[in-house]
């Protein structure tokens, strides 16, 4: 795959047809208004039935092979770790979850992602062993995806509490990226 080094961000070159999710190119993987046999709608039905070969990540779309090589989801992978752990079990709505994705794609900065996986991946490892940790995260998840869902124009309404938990979290994580490195998120979903 080709890429294009652009100040901090490598920038791959939609023409080059190499796997990318199932076989796709780049631009049909990060075509998300198809929602049945490319795109995140591929993606959403393999993160849901395990095959968590489809993530976001800023430098290429849907389940690019540049996040998986660069060690731990690299300088972009920005898989939602705790919004698809709710969506394997159906406790989040595809569509919910596809627009939290994209969203951190197009709207959150390296920093942001690296800050959130560095808590959130050990806390999806706790929520796998402690329903009362699952408890404790669910609405958070659920109100704040719906709010990002509203903002990418796939629910008709926003939440109150979902803005709420952005202007807390995001910034949070921002902050945290600041001073850690970017940790395994794929390792989730090998076990």
């Known amino acids: 795959m080709k890429k294009v080094e652009c100040s901090k961000i490598t920038v791959l070159d939609p023409s080059d047809t190499q796997h990318v999710v199932g076989g796709m190119s780049i631009s049909d993987a990060a075509n998300t208004a198809i929602g049945g046999d490319k795109g995140c709608g591929s993606g959403a039905r393999d993160a849901r039935d395990g095959n968590m070969g489809t993530h976001m990540n800023h430098s290429g779309g849907c389940g690019s092979e540049a996040g998986k090589n660069r060690g731990g989801g690299g300088r972009g992978g920005s898989s939602r770790v705790i919004c698809t752990h709710f969506y394997r079990k159906g406790m989040l709505d595809a569509e919910v979850w596809r627009a939290d ?58 939440s109150l509490r979902g803005k709420a938990v952005r202007l807390v979290v995001e910034p949070a994580c921002f902050l945290i990226g600041c001073v850690c490195k970017q940790k395994d998120w794929q390792a989730l979903w090998q076990k």
Request: aromatic content about 14%.
């Open 101 to 158: 994705l994209q969203y951190t794609q197009n709207h959150l900065s390296e920093t942001t992602v690296r800050g959130y996986h560095y808590w959130a991946i050990p806390y999806v490892e706790l929520m796998r062993k402690s329903p009362l940790a699952e408890k404790i995260m669910y609405p958070i998840a659920k109100y704040r995806a719906i709010e990002l869902a509203y903002q990418m124009k796939i629910v008709e309404k926003g």
